[in-house]
């Protein structure tokens, strides 16, 4: 019989980083990862501190932006690479009105770290009224985190990969078949619909879709934005993307989403390319922005870490810290991001 001090359910961010806040502190742990791909996996990676659609900021964005580089340089410590990809965003402008909103809001205290004064006119994309830096701005190669991730412990023998059976959970006396724990934290995206503990609780599935595309010309080295994000993988692999659908609940391609996706291209690169992938997923949304943490009324060992949304990156390597706290520390969570709020 074996024994662990955690069991982590999922292998998407939440999961992941919180496997990292574990192993800095010296607890024992298994993660479960079943076959589903999640939106983290083909997520952006981009962690960005403004909503550019109102050139406004959001809760604790300074805080999550100050803990990235930290949480990233513990990461390389054992990975013996640092994913952090040092391209700012570069905001296209559609028209005059938003270029004096930026402007504006570049004078607000809360925004004046992150949004660039001048203006730019990037040169491999059209962008006639020029484009605005969001400073600080960055992303992280999702690809090869998750790759080295799931290498790394699965190597270290951390890493079950099947799905997890919650008909094997002995609450009584702690054990998962023949494997005793002291806590079991949910990190299933999605997939919580399906937890008969947490199903209650009110995941909303955001169907995303992003496109691979190859292109051969250069590309500004920026996180260019204008409906959605294009910048540079590798080997003239580029990633566009991503769509937002609260309504298709199936796992297949949407034509009609794949059309949004190349004509939001086309609207500012005129240039040729070819469509490599299209890969699709769902992001776990929650209707209040709010990522979920915290522990099941009844049952006091069983957890949930959920709800990350499109900030998958800035949410859950900041929010993993804030839940090992609580877990370990008993320091009490927020009442915004308390399971509780549901209950």
């Given at each position: 019989?074996?024994q662990?001090?955690?069991?982590?359910v999922?292998g998407g961010?939440?999961?992941?980083f919180l496997?990292?806040q574990l192993q800095?502190?010296?607890?024992s742990?298994?993660i479960?990862?079943g076959?589903?791909?999640?939106g983290?996996?083909?997520?952006a990676?981009?962690?960005?501190?403004v909503?550019?659609k109102?050139?406004?900021?959001?809760?604790?964005?300074k805080?999550?932006?100050?803990?990235?580089?930290?949480i990233f340089?513990?990461i390389?410590?054992?990975?013996g690479?640092?994913?952090i990809?040092?391209?700012?965003?570069?905001?296209?402008?559609?028209d005059?009105?938003?270029?004096?909103?930026?402007?504006k809001?570049?004078?607000k205290?809360d925004?004046?770290?992150f949004l660039?004064?001048?203006?730019?006119?990037?040169?491999?994309v059209e962008n006639?009224?020029e484009?605005?830096i969001v400073?600080?701005?960055c992303r992280i190669?999702?690809?090869?985190?998750?790759?080295?991730?799931?290498?790394?412990?699965d190597t270290k023998?951390l890493?079950i990969?099947g799905s997890?059976?919650y008909?094997?959970i002995d609450?009584e006396?702690s054990?998962?078949n023949?494997l005793k724990?002291?806590?079991?934290?949910?990190?299933?995206g999605?997939?919580?619909?399906?937890?008969p503990y947490?199903?209650?609780v009110?995941?909303?599935?955001?169907?995303g879709?992003c496109l691979e595309?190859?292109?051969?010309s250069?590309i500004d080295p920026?996180?260019?934005?204008?409906k959605?994000?294009l910048f540079a993988?590798?080997?003239?692999r580029?990633?566009?993307?991503?769509t937002?659908d609260?309504?298709d609940?199936?796992?297949?391609?949407n034509?009609e989403?794949?059309?949004?996706?190349?004509?939001?291209l086309?609207?500012f690169?005129?240039?040729?390319?070819?469509?490599s992938?299209v890969k699709?997923a769902f992001?776990?949304?929650v209707?209040?922005?709010r990522?979920?943490?915290?522990?099941h009324?009844?049952?006091k060992n069983?957890h949930?870490?959920n709800?990350?949304?499109?900030r998958?990156?800035?949410n859950?390597t900041?929010f993993s810290?804030?839940?090992f706290?609580y877990?370990?520390?008993?320091i009490?969570l927020?009442?915004e991001?308390?399971?509780?709020r549901f209950?």
């Amino acid at each position: 019989m074996g024994q662990v001090d955690y069991i982590i359910v999922g292998g998407g961010f939440a999961g992941f980083f919180l496997a990292h806040q574990l192993q800095k502190n010296n607890k024992s742990f298994l993660i479960f990862n079943g076959e589903q791909i999640s939106g983290s996996h083909i997520s952006a990676g981009v962690c960005n501190p403004v909503i550019l659609k109102r050139f406004s900021t959001f809760w604790k964005s300074k805080e999550q932006m100050d803990y990235l580089e930290t949480i990233f340089s513990e990461i390389e410590s054992y990975t013996g690479k640092n994913y952090i990809i040092h391209e700012p965003v570069a905001r296209i402008f559609h028209d005059e009105a938003e270029k004096k909103q930026w402007l504006k809001n570049s004078n607000k205290e809360d925004l004046k770290p992150f949004l660039e004064k001048d203006f730019i006119t990037l040169k491999s994309v059209e962008n006639p009224l020029e484009s605005g830096i969001v400073k600080n701005s960055c992303r992280i190669d999702v690809e090869n985190f998750f790759r080295d991730m799931f290498s790394y412990f699965d190597t270290k023998g951390l890493l079950i990969k099947g799905s997890f059976d919650y008909n094997s959970i002995d609450l009584e006396n702690s054990m998962y078949n023949d494997l005793k724990f002291q806590n079991i934290v949910f990190c299933e995206g999605i997939h919580t619909k399906d937890n008969p503990y947490f199903s209650l609780v009110p995941v909303l599935p955001n169907k995303g879709h992003c496109l691979e595309v190859k292109i051969d010309s250069n590309i500004d080295p920026y996180i260019i934005k204008k409906k959605h994000f294009l910048f540079a993988l590798s080997d003239n692999r580029f990633y566009y993307g991503g769509t937002y659908d609260r309504f298709d609940q199936s796992e297949d391609i949407n034509p009609e989403f794949v059309e949004e996706l190349e004509t939001g291209l086309q609207a500012f690169y005129k240039k040729d390319y070819s469509i490599s992938k299209v890969k699709t997923a769902f992001r776990a949304t929650v209707d209040d922005r709010r990522p979920i943490l915290g522990t099941h009324p009844k049952f006091k060992n069983l957890h949930i870490f959920n709800g990350l949304g499109a900030r998958g990156v800035l949410n859950g390597t900041y929010f993993s810290k804030v839940m090992f706290d609580y877990l370990e520390s008993e320091i009490k969570l927020d009442a915004e991001i308390d399971v509780k709020r549901f209950y």
